[in-house]
């Protein structure tokens, strides 16, 4: 593969521009704009309001009656401004800086909150968001804020390196006090559009659940499209187990047999396989781990999806260090919207009986695949209106380092969910709460 031309791209943050439509970016200089950035986020958890409140390092006064919140909206104040719910309160900084917060009220009356404003701008056809995760002022800290891909309200780290489009984007500099940024563009490997079409829908999925986007492997994908010719010249028709290869049949290679054992497989296209797997259990764990950097898709043929998701990259944090996604990740993602309502049967192993007549798994992934949580229990419920409706999930706890629940039957459309799982590791009780919503 030969050489790929690298261009600078060099974003100059304008931090008092009133919000317009956002510049394309056309590997020139682009002004970012303030947008509205309403979000949830896994990345840094969104703060619930106690007596006091943290914003920019400075303390604020808050005070809980009832269902009603008041604030301070200076520090060193008391609490006397009341919030309403899905608003904005601008605070004061002890140096005069200013920042806005969104509220919202949960239905135990509990509130929270989180940053009410990003920086935006266009980037091949995705409107993108930089977002101030950790409501400090500060916009650009790696791994601490994060961005807003497109339509999705669920924050991806912001890292050094990311994948957006067909190109991957490098972060060469940020200077928070000139706010300057600077990004280095490389396009991805040469790949056919089967495989585009599937590696652009598999990163919109993992964006919408806070998860970074991944690339494509040259090597890994030649060793899928290995095994894909291997199962079409042995006439697979998607119904017997194709983890292997007999040995001296046409086609069969070492390195085919490496991604036969790797890989998730189904009788359809590329792009079409990721959304059925995306309503699985087992098949859809290995394109939601967290440390996910690139992945394998095979070039042809194109009745076939053999998808191998071996390659990772080093997560800041995984030294034991801070973690830019709350432990465990979970998708569906707190906050997210569009997660199927039904999911897909599963061969040859299901974590329940009869996986296709039940609705989509949650599944939480945790830092440290070696976790094995206790005392596992799940509740869930669907939210109409006002009133709660039970539901009876379903676990899945026979692998280490991840969580399933089940719901026992399809969830209903276009409605949010609310997911409560506690468990216990090593004698330690954790709560873990998820809310997002099903699509039509």
Known sequence: MGKVALSAVVLFLLAGLAAAKPKSVRGKRVALEFAPGTQRTDVVPVQRVT??????????????????????????????????????????????????????????????????????????????????????????????????????????????????????????????????????????????????EALILLNRRRANHGLLAVTLDDKLSRACTSHADYLKRNNWTGFTNPHGQDAGAPGASPEGLAAARRSVIQKVAPAHSVTGFWTTYYHRIPLIAPALASIGINARPPDTSVIDAAGTRSIPGGDGASWPWTDPVTVPADGSIGMEPRAVGEKPTEPVPNLGSRGTCLIAVFRDPRTKPTAVRAEMVALKGKREIKLKPLLATDLAGVLGVIP??????????????????????????????TGG
Request: with cysteine.
């Open 51 to 196: 007596d006091s409140i943290t914003v920019g390092g400075a303390s604020f006064a808050a005070r809980i009656e009832g269902k009603k919140l008041f604030v301070a909206r200076a520090a060193g104040e008391k609490a006397g401004t009341k919030v309403q719910p899905n608003k904005t309160v601008t605070f004061t900084l002890p140096d005069k800086r200013k920042i806005t917060l969104k509220f919202v009220r949960d239905r135990a009356g509990g509130w929270r909150c989180y940053s009410a404003r990003a920086l935006r701008f266009r980037f091949h056809g995705h409107e993108v968001r930089l977002v101030d995760a950790n409501h400090n002022g500060i916009w650009g800290e790696f791994n601490v804020d994060g961005l807003l891909i497109g339509n999705s309200n669920v924050v991806v780290p912001f890292a050094r390196e990311f994948v957006l489009a067909a190109e991957n984007i490098a972060v060469r500099s940020f200077d928070p006090q000139k706010a300057l940024l600077t990004l280095e563009r490389t396009p991805l490997p040469s790949m056919t559009e089967a495989q585009r």
């Open 408 to 437: 026992s039957a399809p969830l209903t459309q276009d409605t949010w969910h609310r997911v409560t799982l506690t468990y216990t590791i090593e004698g330690k009780a954790q709560t873990r709460v998820v809310r997002f919503r």
